[in-house]
């Protein structure tokens, strides 16, 4: 009991003498759901601490932890980031949203902010990107480079922003292919090479040529490129190593500017709990480099409707659109609201298959 | 019957194959340093460290042999550190092979800096003048990559070996009474170290595989927990080098039958069809090693000749 209770004191004595030294210093904490080095969407996150750490130099330390499992274990890591000092915490992953309001409770003087989450606290705040308009983009060059008409989705988990991005993508392909079909394969992880590049693998032996991936890592493209007249898209991440073909374009998250922006917020004490959801327009969704694979008029068809969303001028998700089994969703004239895209939990007309739960 | 036409049963068999062979390995390599009584769960570090030591070399010397060799030799370097820390300081083996993870996972992101999105030179793939041409079989059984050859290879070796050879009685012996091996004059110590060394040459094959043959790259932690799975597949499969095959074949199997099954639109909900890799393998091995098989004796005990 007594050791046990040393222990505690000198713990809280280091974690106070840290704080105290911290002061001078913004410290800000990242959590990551996968290695940094996943060539995708921790890659991209761990982009926006660095570009943190290079436009405020001194002012500022950045720390990380990734490979953060989504569940019991990342409540450890986020606590143990707030008991180092750190000031504000993003936490990058949709898995860490309970894990990140837990933690948030007991640190009121510590500002956290998680990413792709519907949640927050006086101390924590959202942000996200419409990856859906991108989506689009990807749907529209999908359903016109597709020749056998069936298109590959490997998406990740059953929740809203990736349900969004398959009907997104869905709605544009369609709209420009009345034939093509989708086939969807949950892998149920954000991160395994091997099986991200099986499901790759086994959309295109039962024949499609165009794959879209909800997943992290670059093993889809590997998968498309062993198996020659496959087409892919960067997610997340440009992943132009596989440009100019499997890989045809990509979604690009930027969050450097948003990571500056809330960095310096908490520097100048004016940090607020906010919802953040930004798209193509403000640019924390970018297209990468459509390249010469895709036949110039689909390239710029593409980069008409990029440039449509970016102003504002046309929303994705545009009625008429009935939902899966045949109800209306959008009359005719009418755009959906962010309330039910948030929350989107159903497919849209003429997707098959269920979403699990 | 309609969604499954658009399943190619022989482009599933021959998935499976490819499927497989990484646990198929490290499992095997497991086996042998089960079998000799050291259990070392650092298999998913030595497998990430033979994935990138593989990698590495295939690309600087333009060949995939000398890379598995190069990921054989990372995983057996790596494996030293552990037999090191186990045979001679003797060190707890949970905490020495749990270390070794942790440290193979650091060290394969580390080495790995300057490999990310380059594309390692293609594995030949067995090409016999008649019997790849055959239908069906040819395609399943005769137009692999040299390595899946080479794992089934190991697999009969290791039954061999175990079963009918002085060696692997000796082998066996160490496993289930080191005292007693020791009192015979056998080097407990040394054969254990041996045994070691081949579960990491092995655990750096299966990486290798991963790296150079089924996703083909390197990405930072791409086993993602292969090692593990690989780990409890010597488990289920009652330390017997068939099972551990029937096993890998099973796991890999529904691996990617589950995913073909989605692909196809099947009616049967995602989650059911996620988790049946893992429920089929461990059920059938299970049901399996109802007989009286069970764990090498002296499975994780220290050995120092002096007790």
């Given amino acids: ?357 | 019957m309609m969604i499954l036409s658009s399943i190619d049963p022989v482009l599933l068999l021959a998935s499976l194959m490819v499927a497989s062979t990484p646990i198929l390995l490290a499992a095997l390599g497991e086996l042998v340093v089960e079998r000799a009584g050291v259990l070392n769960l650092g298999v998913e570090g030595m497998m990430i460290t033979g994935a990138i030591c593989g990698f590495a070399m295939a690309v600087n010397t333009g060949s995939p042999l000398v890379g598995f060799i190069a990921a054989a030799a990372g995983g057996a370097v790596l494996a030293l550190l552990f037999a090191l820390l186990t045979q001679f300081a003797l060190a707890n083996q949970v905490a020495s092979g749990l270390a070794l993870t942790l440290f193979g996972l650091g060290l394969s992101s580390l080495l790995g800096q300057g490999y990310v999105g380059i594309k390692p030179p293609p594995t030949a793939r067995l090409d016999l003048p008649i019997l790849s041409d055959l239908p069906l079989v040819g395609r399943v059984l005769f137009s692999h990559d040299l390595m899946v050859y080479f794992a089934l290879a190991l697999v009969a070796l290791v039954w061999a070996l175990l079963k009918y050879t002085r060696a692997g009685l000796i082998l066996r012996a160490v496993g289930e009474n080191h005292e007693a091996a020791h009192a015979l004059g056998y080097k407990v110590v040394r054969i254990r170290i041996l045994a070691i060394l081949f579960g990491g040459a092995c655990a750096g094959l299966g990486g290798a595989y991963l790296s150079l043959v089924r996703v083909p790259q390197w990405t930072e932690g791409m086993t993602s927990g292969a090692g593990w799975i690989a780990l409890a597949l010597v488990v289920f499969a009652s330390w017997k080098a068939g099972r551990v095959l029937l096993g890998a074949w099973l796991f890999g199997g529904v691996s990617v039958l589950q995913l073909n099954l989605q692909a196809a639109g099947l009616a049967i909900p995602v989650e059911y069809l996620s988790m049946s890799p893992y429920l089929i393998t461990i059920l059938v091995l299970v049901i399996m090693s109802a007989d009286k098989s069970r764990a090498p004796a002296s499975l994780g005990r220290i050995f120092h000749a002096s007790q």
């Fill in chain 1, 1 to 357: 009991m007594k050791l046990t209770h040393l222990l505690t004191s000198a713990a809280l004595a280091l974690g106070l003498a840290s704080a105290a030294v911290a002061q001078d210093k913004t410290k800000v904490g990242f959590i990551y759901v996968g290695p940094i080095g996943d060539g995708g969407w921790t890659y991209e996150h761990d982009k926006g601490r660095l570009a943190v750490e290079a436009h405020f130099g001194d002012a500022v330390e950045t720390v990380y932890q990734e490979s953060v499992p989504e569940g019991a274990d990342a409540e450890r890591a986020i606590t143990q980031m707030a008991l180092q000092g750190a000031d504000l915490i993003f936490t990058t992953s949709f898995g860490f949203m309970e894990p990140t309001l837990a933690v948030a409770e007991k640190f009121p003087d510590v500002k956290f902010e998680h990413a792709t989450g519907y949640k927050t606290l006086p101390n924590v705040s959202t942000y996200s990107a419409r990856f859906y308009e991108g989506r689009a983009v990807q749907g529209h060059i999908a359903g016109k480079m597709t020749k056998s008409n069936i298109v590959g989705y490997i998406a990740s988990y059953p929740i809203p922003e990736v349900i969004r991005g398959i009907n997104s993508a869905y709605i544009h392909a369609k709209k420009v292919n009345p034939d093509v079909e989708f086939k969807i394969i949950w892998a149920y992880t954000w991160f395994d090479p091997a099986k991200e590049a099986d499901a790759a693998t086994a959309l295109i032996e039962q024949g499609a040529d165009v794959i879209l991936q909800h997943t992290d890592s670059t093993a889809p493209q590997a998968a498309a490129e062993k198996a020659g007249n496959v087409v892919t898209f960067g997610q997340a991440s440009d992943m132009s190593e596989y440009a100019p073909f499997p890989r045809v374009s990509s979604i690009i998250d930027n969050w450097a500017p948003y990571y500056i922006a809330r960095t310096q917020a908490v520097m100048d004490g004016t940090w607020e709990s906010t919802q953040t959801w930004d798209g193509i327009g403000p640019g924390m969704v970018g297209i990468g480099e459509i390249s010469d694979a895709v036949p110039a008029e689909v390239k710029e068809e593409a980069l008409a409707l990029k440039a449509a969303m970016a102003d504002g001028s046309y929303h994705p998700f545009s009625g008429p659109l009935n939902k899966q089994d045949g109800s209306v969703w959008l009359a005719e004239g009418a755009v959906a609201d962010d309330g039910t895209l948030l929350g989107m939990d159903f497919y849209v007309e003429g997707l098959t298959g269920e979403i699990p739960n």
